[in-house]
């Protein structure tokens, strides 16, 4: 904006004097200004990372020259969003667990402690935001399973938001759990996504006395269950 209001400046009070600039003498400060905006250091830095971002930069590096630079960042936002949620997607996921879980730590440099599941209960960890990308990760993990428990507990603590997809996924694997008459237990939602979970019923599907703040809580309440359960 600076850089705008000085040319408009020279062309108002000085445009008489500015014509008289020979075009080499511009030229040459137009040759050292591109340059310098080029930042051909930083462009070749960029060379020292993976494949996908390599791809995004010379994406975007030759559509600003064949085309315009309007039509490169489009592109380019769209390719680095697409690597987005493909890192995301890489990166979240649910893992079955039927021996032992690690206990909540809010202090890093403590080791945490391990907690045993009791018998014929397993936890289904999520792990990341849960979304369109990863719905199908439900059923994966229940591939993993030798055989139905009594009691899953569902661990949410990781979980930093559902989208509208992961709740309908949520709810019918909830569903389709209940129907093989496994009772089932939320554990640890963060407070967002313990609204949004409240607000879209899961609270009344499971029971309310079935959704624990922590592991440790979602595991006893797991051996009250199972006492009950012929």
Known sequence: MIHAIVLLLILLFFGKYARLIPMSCLVGILVIVAYNMSEWRSFKGLFRNGRNEIAVLLTTFFLTVINDLTLAIQFGLLLAVLLFLKRVIDTSGVEVLNMAVVEES??????????????????????????????????????????????RIIRLYRVPFFDATGMNNLKSFICKSKSKGITIILSGPVKSVADNLEKNGFFDLVGAGNVCAYINAALQRAEVLLAKKP
């Open 106 to 151: 809010s202090d890093r440099d403590q080791p945490a402690n391990r907690l045993q599941v009791p018998r014929n209960v397993e936890v289904f960890e999520i792990n990341g935001p849960f979304f369109f990308g990863i719905a199908n990760k439900f059923e994966e993990a229940e591939e993993q399973v030798a055989r139905l428990p009594k009691v």
